[in-house]
């Protein structure tokens, strides 16, 4: 099976500070990277849709400038969520679409827990 | 806007048990429905994906169905075993662009 990196699975920042998470698929290329949250009890919610080499598609309701994505090659796709306040404390998780000669499957990451103080 | 719900929202059962888990969504049109176990700390894994034209999927001891009509996917877990314990997520892509629209899981403990 394939395999995707998540980077860090833990992080806790102070309010105010940027926290870049990294998406990496370690042995396959993606050209498409999905971002996600989940809120406690809440389902898992797609963010945004990232794409090598192009900006990303974010859902209705996501901020992009403060949720920035990069995709800069075909393994790694970056978000960083800038200016962190409590209400972004959340579970992050990515995942990243390899493509076969038949279809198109998704490996997701082991996910991020944000806590912002 | 596709909403996603899954119910029970826990389970507990002793080892050796068959059970469902159930998902429902409230617009049929979909692409394809997948259902993912998630471990603490680690990322998904998908389980059992159905096509919209298919009606059941089953890999080992699970089987999944689909009934687009009536918005509605059981997955079927026969002879439970403690590792199966995780929470299991059902997932729908209405166009077949992996935008999915996830549920809010079932935590299956089994009791050994």
């Known amino acids: 099976g394939a395999v995707v990196s998540q980077h860090p699975s833990r992080v806790i920042c102070k309010s105010g500070t940027s926290v870049k998470i990294e998406c990496r698929s370690l042995d396959f290329q993606a050209t498409t990277m999905f971002w996600y949250r989940q809120f406690p009890k809440q389902s898992l919610m797609l963010m945004a849709t990232s794409n090598e080499g192009s900006k990303a598609t974010y859902e209705q309701g996501v901020e992009k400038d403060k949720f920035l994505i990069n995709h800069a090659s075909l393994t790694l796709s970056t978000l960083t969520v800038t200016s962190a306040h409590p209400e972004d404390s959340s579970f992050y998780i990515c995942?990243?679409?390899?493509?076969?000669?038949?279809?198109?499957?998704?490996?997701f990451g082991s996910g991020t827990q944000l806590s912002v103080l | 806007k596709q909403e996603v719900t899954q119910i029970p929202a826990a389970l507990s059962v002793p080892e050796g048990e068959n059970l469902v888990l159930n998902c429902s969504f409230t617009d049929s049109a979909i692409y394809n429905l997948q259902w993912f176990r998630q471990d603490p700390g680690k990322g998904l894994t998908s389980l059992l994906l159905i096509q919209s034209s298919q009606r059941e999927q089953t890999s080992g001891r699970l089987n999944a169905s689909l009934d687009k009509s009536s918005g509605r996917s059981t997955l079927y877990i026969a002879a439970s075993q403690p590792g199966d314990s995780a929470t299991y997520l059902c997932?729908?892509?209405?166009?077949?662009?992996?935008?999915?629209?996830f549920g809010t899981g079932t935590r299956l403990t089994v009791i050994p």
């Open positions: 995942s990243a679409a390899k493509r076969t000669a038949t279809n198109e499957k998704l490996f």
């Open positions: 997932a729908v892509d209405q166009t077949g662009a992996n935008n999915l629209f």
